[in-house]
């Protein structure tokens, strides 16, 4: 199993650029969600899915939108990236509310 | 909404010694609080993690604890290692069901001295 696969890696975008964050994962977990990371701010929550079809909402969502067609993935999209976007994005999945969440590599964007 | 507050930010020990990293939360309705190990450049991985029906849970060097009524929750790590050496972050679960997620604490950096 490769677990939780983000693409790409590292990004860099000029301010109103819009893009999409991968996330695919091969485990069969219906949880999945996005993180973002900015030096010692710890991890916040952007968006989450409880399973295909349906999303909500997380504790930073503005400038961000997600969807949830299939089980396997779950694209992060930037509408129109700005400076403050520049961080490291996570995706993560789990198999249960309680469960173990699975990270993907991570993404570092730059918004210039 | 869920605050979790983090301490400390940066945590020296010799190696050996014991660890200790302490965090808070607000939301009274919190459930569950796993702590996240990241090393230099990689993800965050499950090292332990604790339900609110539960004190105390331990795994080989690690140990959580859970004090409800003051709303604190407490690693310990004993016999520390330079493997140990990484950012630790705890989170905490408030969301009702329906809904998902965690908070994250801002992160302790465990420094461990040979």
């Known amino acids: 199993n490769a677990g939780v696969t983000q693409t790409p890696k590292f990004q860099v975008l000029k301010t109103g650029q819009s893009m999409t964050l991968q996330c695919a994962q091969d485990m069969n977990h219906e949880y999945m969600s996005w993180y973002r990371q900015d030096p010692g701010m710890g991890l916040r929550l952007i968006h989450y899915s409880v399973g295909a079809g349906i999303t909500d909402q997380g504790e930073v969502p503005n400038g961000y939108n997600v969807s949830r067609s299939t089980t396997e993935d779950f694209p992060l999209r930037l509408l129109s990236a700005a400076p403050s976007q520049t961080s490291v994005y996570f995706c993560a999945s789990k198999d249960s509310y309680f469960g173990e969440l699975f990270f993907g590599e991570g993404s570092r964007l730059t918004v210039l | 909404g869920e605050n979790v507050e983090q301490h400390p930010s940066t945590l020296s020990v010799q190696e050996g010694d014991s660890a200790v990293i302490k965090c808070t939360y607000s939301?009274?309705?919190?459930?569950?609080f796993p702590w996240y190990k990241q090393e230099l450049g990689k993800r965050p991985q499950l090292i332990i993690d604790i339900r609110s029906n539960v004190g105390e849970k331990k795994d080989q060097r690690i140990a959580v604890t859970l004090n409800k009524t003051a709303k604190h929750f407490s690693l310990h790590i004993t016999e520390t290692q330079p493997e140990d050496s990484a950012v630790y972050f705890c989170a905490s679960k408030p969301q009702p069901w329906g809904a998902d997620g965690l908070t994250f604490g801002k992160g302790t950096h465990l420094i461990i001295q040979p």
């Open positions: 939301d009274s309705a919190s459930n569950y």
